[in-house]
């Protein structure tokens, strides 16, 4: 018992040591000289509306994209209402508002995990998936969205953050992320090894929320 308890505080430890690292040391990264699209991903919602983590990540995704970054933006994640409404499309809206057309919003309403997230925008956008792609989250879910588009089969990948200046944590939300580190692994690795088996997408996609 004293073993496991030891190797159960040894993980938790790690957990925490790969937020706090990315939100200790981020840097700006340079950016790809032509990325295929910039993906955001969902974060909050306030409901009857999105979170103010989600309105950061998709004010970074615009930026990016009015710097030329990347011809298309990519918002990716359900967020839901007290009553089962999906929220998405108020992310599509929040990022018209600030100046994208249409033509440049790819929507990917139903993902409700960052494995999620990763997995289907995969299958919205398709094609190369060694062409460069850049991500944008919050610094502490920097490290745990690169690892779920890895797992997804993104080959090239850019970090950027949010919150680049100052960053955005609740002690609620680095719990939270600790937590979900053991149960991507557990969940990611049961689905890939369904993957190699040539298991239909919908035979493990259900327990990867």
Known sequence: MRRLLGLALLLALLFLAIPLTE?????????PARARAIVVLGGDSAPPRIGAETQARIDRGVALWKAGAAPLLVLTGALWD??????????????????????AILQEPNSRST????????????????????????????????????????????????DPQT???????????????????????AA??????????????????
Do not use: C
Request: aromatic residues 10%.
């Open 115 to 162: 494995l999620q997230n990763a997995l289907f925008t995969r299958d919205l956008m398709g094609g190369d998936l060694d062409a460069p792609v850049i991500l944008v989250t919050h610094r502490y879910h920097l490290p745990r969205a690169w690892a779920s588009f890895r797992w997804a089969g993104f080959g090239n990948l850019t970090l950027v953050a949010a």
């Open 23 to 31: 939100i200790t040391l981020y840097a700006e990264p340079p950016l």
């Open 82 to 103: 007290g009553h089962g409404h999906n929220l998405a499309p108020l992310m599509r809206a929040r990022a018209e508002a600030e100046g994208l057309p249409a033509a």
């Open 167 to 189: 960053p955005l944590i609740s002690p609620r939300d680095l719990a939270w992320e600790i937590a979900k580190w053991p149960v991507n692994i557990l969940r990611g690795g």
């Open 192 to 209: 890939k090894l369904l993957m190699l088996l040539g298991a239909p997408e919908r035979d493990y996609v259900w327990f990867l929320p």
